[in-house]
Nanobody
């Protein structure tokens, strides 16, 4: 049974940093694409960053490029999102997602099978 459990969210002032984590369980190997999404109040869920299991390639939304870094630790079965230079517009619930359907864009939430419960990130000005 696949489980994704996020942690590490919190409140921070603009310009600060946070690292959120996602514990991934239920897979026998590391051949699974993983991603971070976020959802602000009253808005849809948007792709923030993703990591491809095959190539190890990473993808980022334009709004976070140069500030956020996605990474994973295969031995610990953990996914991370390091967020620097945070802005109030980064505020939202951050979700870990796993197992993207083939041919679906990484930033499309409809393409992922499994989701965590989310961790709240609040950035104040």
């Amino acid at each position: 049974q696949v489980q994704l459990v996020e942690s590490g969210g919190g409140s921070v002032q603009a310009g600060g940093s946070l690292r959120i984590s996602c514990a991934v369980s239920g897979y026998t190997d590391n051949r699974v694409s993983l991603a971070w999404f976020r959802q602000a109040p009253g808005k849809g869920r948007e792709g923030v960053a993703a990591i491809d299991y095959g190539t190890g390639g990473t993808y980022y939304a334009d709004s976070v490029k140069g500030r956020f870094t996605i990474s994973k630790d295969n031995e610990k079965k953990m996914l991370y999102l390091q967020m620097n230079s945070l802005k109030p517009v980064d505020t939202g619930m951050y979700y870990c997602a796993a197992e993207k359907q083939y041919g679906v864009a990484w930033y499309n939430p409809a393409g992922f099978h499994y989701w965590g419960q989310g961790t709240q990130v609040t950035v104040s000005s």
